[in-house]
């Protein structure tokens, strides 16, 4: 099966930083990407995402990249402010297993003000 | 429009004790996921319904986890005897449309958090 793996486990930066979030994934019929934050006694959330007919996109201050030959994708936050600290997760997924999400260990980001 | 409503939102119990979990997907969203979230990792999955029928159950531990969504709506995970292992957080997602496709956005449930003694 398809195995995700995420680094770092934790990150630190100062207010108005970038953040950078690595995964790597195992499964080359993985072709959908999703994002999520997690705040602490809450639900993941979906941040974005992206599929593997793109390369990157873009919302805002938030970024994912995709190398589909690497089998590698990141996250990308630019001007942390301290509402991003939260613990983030990446995913990857195929239609062969009905969309499932295979999830990373997460990061815990924490932005210093 | 309302999310995906799970309850209740913490449950203590001593382990052989049973419990339930109650998940209430968006409305309109044919798939229902139910995962477990161990401390410091991601969402592991437990079971996938699509409408009524779970047609991926295959790291539910069946001896002693069930779950049913009787009427393609609600669905209810169940611990029987719950073990100390147990302890975790159980969420539930659910996506608009139906197997044989990737890229369906999940949407996720604030979850409940199982605390075994």
């Known amino acids: 099966g398809e195995n995700v793996e995420q680094h770092p486990s934790t990150l630190s930066v100062q207010e108005g930083d970038s953040a950078v979030i690595k995964c790597t994934y195992s499964d080359s019929a993985s072709n959908y990407f999703p994002w999520y934050k997690q705040e602490l006694g809450k639900g993941p959330q979906l941040i974005i995402d992206?599929?593997?007919?793109?390369g990157e996109k873009k919302d805002q201050r938030i970024a994912v990249t995709l190398n589909k030959t690497a089998k590698h994708f990141s996250l990308h936050i630019t001007e942390t402010q301290p509402e991003d600290s939260a613990v983030y997760f990446c995913a990857a997924s195929n239609q062969y297993t009905g969309n499932q999400f295979y999830f990373g260990t997460g990061t815990s980001l924490t932005v210093i003000p | 429009e309302a999310g995906v409503v799970q309850s209740p939102r913490y449950k203590i119990i001593e382990k052989k004790q049973p419990v339930a979990f109650w998940c209430n997907p968006i409305s309109g969203h044919n798939t229902l996921y139910w995962y477990r979230q161990n401390l410091g990792q991601g969402p592991e999955l437990l079971i996938r319904y699509e409408n009524e029928e779970a047609v991926d159950d295959s790291q539910l531990p069946k001896d002693r986890f069930s779950a049913e969504r009787l009427k393609g709506v609600d669905s209810t995970l169940k611990i029987q005897p719950a073990e100390l292992g147990d302890s975790a957080v159980y969420l539930c997602a659910s996506s608009e449309r139906t197997s044989g496709r990737a890229g369906d956005t999940q949407y996720f449930g604030p979850g409940t958090r199982l605390t075994v003694l």
């Open positions: 992206i599929r593997s007919n793109v």
